[in-house]
């Protein structure tokens, strides 16, 4: 329990802290004042009851230039609804198409057909308005910057006790290596969730001071890349899901980040592979042939790639959505890593 | 000069470098060879031909003259005045191009670089943070200020050594991603002018591809230069490899960010904030000119003066700090 408090406050005293909290501060605000449009905001809401009432004959939609529609995307779905109802019902077409073509046994057809099921109803054929809720999507779930610096601070975790020659005075305390690591990763989970969950809350509450409640029903599919989305939630539940699974998903990937640390010897080492290792999951991670099945981690450190098409896997024959899937898959690859982080770092010696 | 050498080889004496360039070269390879596979079935083999650029930019010039005129004729003779005839001679000085030339498709890989940008960025946090936090933390300044040569000659060795490892890391990344690149898509034609690829259509710079490259290289190492130094100056002022380094990561993650979702709103914030030549395609993609003193100055030069002051602060202030440096034991 001792060595659990120490290994907090080791992490929480860190200059690096204090810079990255600053920094995000700075980064909420200046976001939140960016995305707000006071002007327009009244107007847009207006629009769109109009829009509703009068099916769509409402002439000031053309006074809008194409970049101010495109910097208006986050608030309301009006610009784009048409091509939204457009591209559900080619996507309904096309399936239907390949369900006449499919033998009813293979594996295609039973996925077609689930996919069908799932999407019938999803249609979204009303106008909505929801500033808060797409700006704050934008922001945390679509491009996670800070999900990056959060995996750079644990980077160094082990390799920082290497570099100062710690390990030599912690191998030779009473407490053993095993208890050892346990406190390190408890300290590493309890720190990500605690920055996490501040910085998540803090920019929704400030979001949701400046730009209201306003919004939170709108389905899913309104959103401009989620279209496709085969579930059904509101945009407040698709935000809790994904704040969630963002928080899950960076737990289990620290798992990784620090077996690296525990096998490089200098923290600089080990926070470049850190970066780029996780620079290819969150950012660009190809998805192309074998690598789709590498890429399991980019889904949990960008959830819009889990919600945004319908996909399965083939087990056994019977498809299966990757929801259901892909957390399997993460936990299996953690756990190993937490396995073989034990293995290495119990095989380490001092040398002198 | 023995100082130098020394610096140079504590730098790339480690084997984190070696591991560095290995792991950055592979991952440019990866990626050029899943944009080729990937992009293959639709740019079989597609060419670009100067015609409908041109077309496009006579039209423009008539354009621009008409409004100069219309402006002329109202007596509105202030900056934006001046500001259209700026562009206007420079868009009139673009020479025809050959319209029987092409490029091919694949001259869009060679230019987004945004990755490769990235990279190199990570490449100068892994080699320069320790340049002086390391010898704090081993106890070695103490060495360092007791021995014959001075302060001055330690800082302008440390200075010289960041400035020659960031040029040769800038020139290694850069030559495997043309390297890789030629070899995946060939040489193809690069003669052409830059303005065949629709992101720099509207560009008053009469650039050919291959200049284009260079420049885009030569501006990207001006801030890369301007970014080494950073990282050296915070590392300046602590004991600790980690807080140089995550500062250099910090800097670039909001680089990229700044460039992805700060359009409208911080734009002049963002163009004076030295970000845009790191990325240097939002330089040269338009025409855009700043008001200083009446007169319109061109964004790119603006930016590498810019540039270069930060880089120049960041030396005085390496060596004010260094030179006020005491041991404490």
Redesign the interface.
Known sequence: MSLLKFELYKMFFR??TL??IV?SLV?IF??V??DWNEDKMPQLHNLVQEYNLTNGNVNELKKFSA?EKS?LYAATNLFYLQDTIGEQLYQNEGLKNDLTQESNTSYQYKANLMEQKMLKGLLVKKAYYFNTWGSLINNILD?P?AV??IL??VS?VFS?EYASRMDALILSSKQGKRQFIRAKIVANIIFISIVFLSIVSLTTLVQIFISGFDGWNSPIQSLLYYQGCPFHLNILQYYLLGVGILLMGLILFSMLVLLVSTITK????S???T??IS??SIV?M?R??F?KEIGVYCDFLRPLNLFRNFSSYNIFGTPVLNIIVEPIIVIVISIAAVYLMSRTFRNHQVVN | MNLLKFELYKIYSRKTILLGITLISLVIIVFSCVNYYSTKKVMNNDVLYPGSWWSDHSMYLNKLSSEIADMKSKGEIGFEYKNKVLEYKMQKAIKPPDLQSSAHLHSYFLFDNSVVYFMLGIFLILGLPPMFSDEYSTGVDALILSSKLGKGTTVAAKILATVIFTVIAACIVFIVHIIVNLLIYGTGNLSVPFQVMSTYGSSPYSFSLFGYLVIQFLTNLSADIMFGLMIVTVSAFYRNVMIPAFVGACAVCITCYFKVVFPLFFQVITDMFKINSFFPDDLYSNFKAYNILGKPVLYPQISFVLTMIYAISFIFIIKYFYKRHTVLN
């Open positions: 200059k690096i810079i990255f920094l980064f200046l976001k004042v960016q970049t910097n491009f910057m990056l610096l750079i601070m160094g920082v200098r923290p600089l080492t926070f470049f592979i970066i780029i620079f290819l660009s190809p192309y042939g690598l």
